[in-house]
């Protein structure tokens, strides 16, 4: 367990790293040379997360009695191989530990014990009236899954970078800061206290606002780099306040304190927790691109395309999602998740998820589709979180931090062959080309679509099961959500590939596969977007092939049981139907778009057959009717009138409200400072000083200069004194 | 004691309206001429008083120095010797108004204050002799300083009023 | 004989000093209405020192005869040098200090 | 505790040494002038060296208490007495004067600003060192008051002489200023030595600030002690500068050469912060509670109120003077909630601004040396220009908008969080709401900072500088800025290293105060 315990050397690597590079690159190492320190720290720091995911297995399938957590009062155990039924059984569930849950193991709930996180802490950073906290670190299954998601997305990118920002001009930094970034957020996910957690949510902040105006000599650019900062900053005004709100509540900083409190006593401050629940949504909103604070993540797209890969896509924007699945029991609580059959955060995820989706088809750039396809993955994250589908959503968040990292290194592949365009008008025809793309990229369309058995298909299918069954009530409107956009990401994903891969290539030039630093990386990835899904397989998937005991890893071991058993927190019986329904939806997004952007093929053929046999008339009038209404009632209007729209409201109405409010509070502050400051405030004081001018004009005439003057003023004033004295002595 | 106090009402009543006459007299060579009388009328009042020795330092330095000394003063600045300039300022309602209040305030505070405490008349009587025993003995100090005062004015206004 | 009697002509003396010195533009008529509030005090001291039974408000009367002789010389002289560089001694005329 | 042997002089050696140095110096001749620096230099930095021995000397475990205490007779007429000690209030901000002080030196070594005269300049600094490091030890009111005041004219004459375009104006509006709000300061002081008693009633007519504090205005009314907070609010808060007293600040630091610039903003503020803690609070506990939600509020109004005006600045140095305004409402934001924590994220606050504006006004220095300009509009490209410098501008930037891992963080997000839980007798509601509004001027702050550099240092290098031959960041800035920088990052990452000092003398205060607000 040596690892678990100081998992703190994890972000030192990469920190050391970036200390190297950035001071001792250029002159000892050599500007061409520093990615070799960069791979090599990310290296260990695979190799060091690895270990430490293999140690936290093996505490949660041997626990050493001092990991084991008792708990007076807890939920029951709510593994698949129980009734289905958890409605109120959590309330009073008093069963001792071990009795309880001794058959978890081939359900996928947790083990019998609940494993406790491990928590180390170092020096002392704070004291502070009395109240003293260390810095340490926190490490449970989920700060080691996304140690791993971190680490293995960090490290391909870095390798991958080698050749895509080759003679960059600021090679040196962007390594630099690429180390900065994996350090961030090594520290982010082991935080050990929310003050911890808020320094390492600014400091992926800050690495994202420096790697996004990589490119700085373009104002877009900085633009850019500058929207995704002050964006983030708005978020977080809720973030400092929920988490002082928190902390106001608990007294105390440590996030395993606070975790326990709440599900050792899921009613008390109700209140106190929705408020910091609400406030840390917006952090969420802000962070994790989610429904209104979304607009910063396709402007990101300015940075380096890896960088998207990295952090706008894999890892820095599920800070928002890890959030809140470290603290969910203040979400879980705040939010009444497992009571209600709507409620914020889940309406947030799934609007965005929404809203994410319909975007993605209106847009020309390949980079954007991918990052509005982000947007609303996240909120299908989010959205999970929100239906109190905990596992699903860290499942979701570690497929989708594969394929999603796959399809951004694979549209870089593509501008990288077509000469630094992301335009997909003057793509096409590309699949022949780049043939190592072209498969990487539709493995990972297809998993992120939810094509069976990619890993994606899981995930989704997973979360989609999590709306429909609920813990309490289930939430149907998440569920329609969730089913449109599992239509809608196939269409928008299909249609993609139209238009970079097939067809005739619209661009000047000749088209290049990319070397091989770029192709292995994606292929390793493509290959995480298959497999992925094994990591959570259900367990029927597995029975027939004797293998149940591999069934829902990433519940056992990820989820920290120990907090939200408090909560009660439920797992559904996989379902076959919904899974069929999942993919239906699927592949029907998919043949819808093949359908449409295939047209001149199909209705080619349809008047062939017009013109010759006349018996399927009414079949062909139905298919011809069908098309007609794919064509210019479903897909047009969610292509042009309901795309166009939300990408109007969201270029005019939010942008624009983000911009006004820049500008409005630029023109207040320039009102205030020209009538307020230099009119008011500092005018008073110049008509104090004016006063004090023509009271002096006064007293000049007092001031005559005349002796005589001065002496009735001396003998009259002294005579007014002695009056004054002999009155009131 | 009545004599005493015709006396003083006949030499009070001397040097107040003389001293009045002296700050609104038109002439200035008369108004030296009233501050002899007030001086004059001091004197009388120092022998009244018992004081002696101060009454006749009063009449020689007073009288027969100071007042010669305005009198050149008068006398180079060719003062005009008649009404030709104007004597009293604009200003002197603003003077009177100040010197009334003080009086007022000074007479008003000693009534308050004396009210109709008696002249001791029964005390000692300092003679001349116990005047310079006193100045050359216990006063030695301020006295050797006010003689070193006198020099200082001394060459002061023979450098001020040199003609180079 | 009231104490008073001495006091109040003291005063009134010296009222009329201050309003000669406030009053007068002449330069030598300032400088002889200041005597008179220097004779003012010395009645006070005189007085004074017959009520207290001591010999010292003599002694103080004449020095302050004797300063009031030094003040007037120089206080003279200084009147002559202004008339001789402004040919005059009216203390209107004196206004340097003008704010 | 009463100091023995070497202890018992080394503090007021701190004090005096640069003031030493510049009675040396003015007795050399202009011509020396080598010389003549290194007098100031050498006796700035056997300050220097004095503070850090007491820094090593200094018995952390008792930082509550005074420590290398003085006491001697002075003005026996009005029992004041030259008392000076050192607590863990005091030493870091000592440490920060010292330290700012050889750096300013160094950084102007050899290009002291129009009209010349480094003789005269490097007196001055040295002075206005003595009274800066004076007014931080010593522990006697009127010892204090003529510290505080001995800052004064050093600074008037620094801005006057050697500023910008308007520096008569702006140095005449800043000495009156404070004037003003030193002359209501002494009458409170006044106040306080004739109305202070002791616990059994007694009048105590002292000035000394230790029995002072002990007895925590037991003796006066809360009227009066109302009033009298009010005398040394204004004392203090003209000085730090709360809203709306702050507009002689951004025409004193726009027109002040940089190193007086540096020094304002890196210590002189400081003075009336330290003035609250030290003083008002402690001695008013009454007065500090009524006073406190007030206080709050303006510290609110000056945050979101300096944010704004920081939008609408086209000059870059007026930007970070208003940017002061702003990040000085989140030190008495602190203040004013009465806390422990409120009070030492204050402290830190204090020290943290110090660095950082410090770092933003000798960036600003160098650039308009190098460019002849601080119009934003007119410069650009800065990190093509001179990337050194750019990457600097960029560093202290991120930590004036409250980095965490660097230390502007520590100042505000500790204040923030202590309003929520404001001391007692405070109203938590109030204060809660001035919370949201501190937490909404962190964005602001982040706004008009990224704005700034993006149009500083992002982009091509205007044309109009393409053929300047401008050189990037030089040896003595080096030595001058890599202090700030280095403590802007030791104090980011181990923010304990102030929290640990300040702390026991905070809890003293707060404690008597919260002993006077639940006695009632």
């Known amino acids: ?621 139905n298919k011809y009717y069908l098309d007609h209404l794919y064509n210019d009632v479903i897909v047009k209007t969610v292509k042009r009138p309901i795309a166009n729209w939300a990408n109007r409201v969201n270029q005019n109405v939010l942008d624009r409200a983000v911009d006004k409010a820049g500008e409005t509070a630029r023109d207040t502050g320039r009102w205030i400072y020209k009538w307020v400051d230099q009119g008011v405030i500092d005018g008073s004081v110049n008509a104090a000083a004016r006063g004090a001018d023509s009271s002096g004009e006064g007293l000049r005439v007092i001031q005559s200069g005349k002796v005589q003057n001065y002496g009735q003023l001396l003998f009259g004033s002294a005579a007014v004194l002695a009056i004054v004295f002999v009155i009131v002595v | 004691m009545v004599a005493q106090n015709i006396f003083f009402g006949i030499i009070a009543a001397i040097v107040i309206v003389s001293a009045l006459r002296m700050v609104t007299t038109r002439n200035i060579v008369h108004a030296a001429l009233y501050l002899v009388a007030v001086l004059g009328g001091l004197g009388a009042l120092y022998i009244l008083l018992t004081a002696e020795f101060v009454a006749t330092t009063q009449v020689l330095v007073y009288i027969g120095a100071v007042m010669v000394l305005f009198l050149f003063g008068i006398m180079l600045t060719k003062a005009p010797l008649g009404n030709v300039m104007e004597m009293t300022g604009a200003q002197w309602p603003i003077a009177a108004v100040v010197s009334v209040l003080l009086g007022g305030v000074t007479i008003c505070s000693l009534m308050d204050h004396f009210g109709s405490d008696r002249l001791v008349t029964d005390g000692p009587i300092f003679r001349t002799a116990d005047v310079s025993d006193e100045v050359f003995s216990t006063y030695i100090i301020p006295f050797e300083a006010i003689s070193v005062l006198l020099l200082a004015a001394l060459i002061g206004a023979i450098v001020l009023a040199r003609k180079d | 004989m009231l104490l008073n009697q001495f006091l109040i002509l003291g005063a009134l003396l010296f009222s009329v000093g201050v309003y000669g010195v406030l009053a007068r533009r002449n330069g030598v008529m300032v400088l002889m209405s200041i005597e008179l509030m220097l004779n003012a005090v010395n009645i006070n001291l005189v007085v004074f020192g017959v009520q207290h039974g001591v010999v010292s408000g003599q002694v103080f009367a004449l020095f302050v005869i004797a300063v009031a002789a030094a003040e007037v010389g120089v206080g003279l002289a200084i009147v002559l040098l202004l008339y001789r560089n402004r040919t005059s001694i009216d203390v209107e005329d004196f206004d340097l200090m003008r704010g | 505790m009463e100091a023995t042997g070497f202890d018992t002089w080394v503090l007021s050696l701190a004090v005096f040494l640069p003031l030493v140095g510049a009675l040396v110096m003015m007795v050399i001749p202009k011509a020396y002038e080598a010389e003549m620096k290194l007098v100031a230099l050498g006796s700035s930095l056997a300050a220097l060296a004095v503070g850090v021995y007491l820094a090593f000397q200094f018995d952390y475990g008792a930082a509550g208490n005074l420590q290398f205490v003085v006491d001697k007779g002075w003005i026996d007429v009005i029992n004041s007495r030259y008392i000076v000690g050192l607590d863990g209030l005091s030493l870091p901000l000592l440490l920060l004067s010292l330290v700012v002080v050889p750096l300013c030196l160094i950084y102007s070594w050899n290009h002291v600003p129009e009209p010349g005269n480094t003789k005269a300049f490097f007196i001055l600094l040295l002075i206005l060192s003595t009274g800066m490091n004076g007014t931080f030890v010593s522990q006697d009111m009127i010892l204090f008051f003529v510290f505080f005041e001995v800052v004064l004219l050093p600074m008037y004459f620094l801005i006057g002489v050697w500023g910008g375009e308007e520096r008569r104006y702006a140095s005449l509006k800043f000495f009156l200023y404070t004037l003003f709000g030193s002359a209501l300061m002494i009458i409170s002081f006044l106040a306080l030595f004739f109305l202070s008693k002791d616990s059994s009633g007694e009048l105590l007519h002292t000035f000394d600030m230790r029995v002072l504090s002990d007895v925590a205005g037991v003796g006066i009314v809360k009227s009066t002690q109302v009033w009298i907070f009010a005398g040394l609010f204004m004392g203090f808060g003209i000085k730090v500068p709360m809203f709306p007293f702050h507009t002689w600040l951004p025409d004193a630091h726009t027109q002040a050469p940089t190193v007086g610039s540096v020094i304002l903003a890196a210590v002189l503020l400081k003075l009336g912060t330290y003035g609250f803690v030290r003083i008002a609070i402690p001695f008013l506990p009454e007065g500090a509670i009524a006073w406190a939600p007030w206080i709050g509020l303006l510290a609110v109004i000056g945050i979101i109120y300096g944010a704004l005006a920081c939008l609408a600045q086209t000059d870059m140095k007026r930007l970070i003077a208003f940017s002061s305004v702003a990040h000085m409402g989140f030190v008495m934001l602190g203040i004013s909630t009465l806390t422990d924590f409120g009070i030492n994220a204050a402290v830190f606050g204090m020290i943290a601004h110090g660095l950082i504006t410090g770092m933003l006004f000798f960036v600003a220095g160098s650039v308009k040396e190098r460019f002849h300009t601080l119009e934003i509009s007119r410069l650009g490209g800065l990190l093509k220009s001179v990337p050194r410098m750019g990457w600097i501008l960029g560093f202290a930037s991120m930590a004036s908008l409250g980095l965490p891992g660097l230390a502007g963080f520590w100042g505000e997000f500790p204040a923030i969080l202590s309003a929520y839980n404001p001391g007692a007798g405070l109203p938590e509601e109030t204060f809660r709401t001035y919370m949201v509004i501190a937490a909404l001027g962190t964005v602001l702050a982040a706004g008009y900072l990224l704005w700034l550099y993006q149009r500083t240092a992002f982009g091509e290098p205007p044309e109009e500088f393409a053929d300047y031959e401008i050189d990037d960041v030089n040896r003595f800035e080096w030595i001058a800025w890599t202090p700030f920088l280095v403590g802007i990052l030791l104090f980011g990452i181990w923010p304990n290293l102030i929290f640990n000092v300040t702390d026991d003398v905070v809890t003293g205060i707060t404690a008597s105060v919260e002993a006077i607000a639940t006695g009632r």
Request: proline content about 4%; some cysteine.
């Open chain 1, 1 to 621: 367990m040596w690892m678990l315990e100081n998992a703190f050397l994890i972000p030192l690597v990469p920190a050391i790293s970036f200390v190297v590079i950035l001071f001792f690159g250029k002159r000892f190492i050599g500007a061409n040379r520093v990615h070799i320190v960069g791979i090599t720290a990310l290296g260990l720091v695979w190799v060091l997360s690895a270990v430490a995911a293999f140690q936290w297995t093996q505490r949660v399938e041997n626990p050493s009695p001092d990991a084991i957590v008792e708990m007076a009062t807890h939920g029951g155990d709510h593994g698949d191989d129980h009734d289905a039924d958890h409605g109120d059984d959590h309330d009073a569930d008093l069963a001792v530990v071990s009795t309880d849950h001794s058959g978890g193991e081939h359900g996928g709930g947790h083990s019998s014990p609940l494993i406790g996180p491990v928590i180390s802490t170092f020096s002392q950073w704070w004291s502070n009236g009395g109240i003293e906290f260390a810095v340490g670190t926190l490490v449970d299954g989920l700060t080691v899954l996304l140690l791993i998601v971190v680490a293995s997305i960090s490290l391909l990118v870095h390798i991958y970078s080698t050749e895509y920002v080759k003679d960059d001009r600021r090679y040196v930094h962007y390594y630099a800061f690429l180390s900065l970034f994996t350090a961030a957020m090594l520290f982010f996910v082991m935080a050990q206290n929310i003050v911890q957690l808020i320094v390492g949510w600014e400091l992926v902040g800050v690495c994202s606002f420096v790697l996004i105006g990589h490119w700085w000599e373009e104002k877009p650019n900085t633009d850019a780099a500058l929207k995704a900062f002050l964006t983030n900053r708005v978020g977080d005004i809720g973030l400092l306040v929920g988490m002082i709100v928190l902390w106001g509540t608990f007294q105390t900083f440590d996030i395993d304190a606070i975790n326990t409190l709440i599900s050792a006593d899921p009613g008390a401050h109700h209140l106190a927790l929705l408020v910091a629940a609400c406030c840390l949504m917006a952090a969420v909103a802000s962070k994790s691109g989610q429904f209104p604070l979304h607009t910063w993540l396709p402007d990101a797209m300015a940075g380096p395309t890896p960088v998207s890969a990295l952090i706008h896509a894999a890892t820095m924007v599920v800070a928002g999602v890890y959030m809140i699945a470290r603290l969910y029991p203040v979400f879980y609580e705040g939010l009444s998740i497992g009571t209600s059959s709507i409620n914020l955060m889940a309406f947030i995820g799934g609007f965005t998820a929404l809203i994410g989706a319909g975007l993605a088809f209106a847009q020309w750039d390949i980079k954007k589709v991918l990052a509005y396809s982000t947007v609303s993955q996240l909120g299908y994250m989010v959205m999970a979180l929100g239906v109190g589908a905990w596992t699903a959503a860290i499942f979701h968040l570690f497929t989708h931090a594969f394929f999603k990292a796959c399809l951004f290194l694979g549209a870089g592949s593509v501008s990288h062959a077509a000469h630094h365009t992301f335009d997909m008008r003057k793509m096409g025809g590309l699949k022949k080309a780049m043939p190592h793309t072209y498969r990487t990229f539709v493995i990972a369309s297809l998993a992120l679509a939810g094509i069976f058995p990619f890993a994606g298909f899981w995930s989704k299918d997973e979360i989609l099961l999590g709306s429909l069954v609920g813990q309490k009530n289930s939430y149907p409107l998440m569920l329609i959500f969730g089913c449109a956009v599992a239509f809608m990401t196939a269409a928008y994903m299909t249609r993609v590939i139209w238009y970079t891969f097939h067809g005739e290539f619209r661009g000047h030039g000749q088209p290049h596969e990319s070397p091989k630093m770029m192709t292995v990386p994606l292929w390793i990835l493509a290959g995480m977007a298959v497999l992925g899904g094994v990591f959570n397989l259900p367990g029927p998937v597995l029975e027939p092939f004797g293998l149940e005991g591999l069934a829902h890893r990433i519940q056992t071991y990820a989820e920290p049981s120990v907090y939200l058993s408090g909560l009660g927190i439920s797992h559904p019986d996989p379902s076959l139907n919904m899974a069929l329904v999942g993919l239906a939806l699927a592949v029907s997004g998919i043949l819808v778009t093949y359908l449409y952007y295939w047209r001149r093929i199909g209705l080619h053929g349809l008047t062939e057959r017009n013109s010759y046999a006349k018996n399927g008339y009414t079949f062909l009038e």
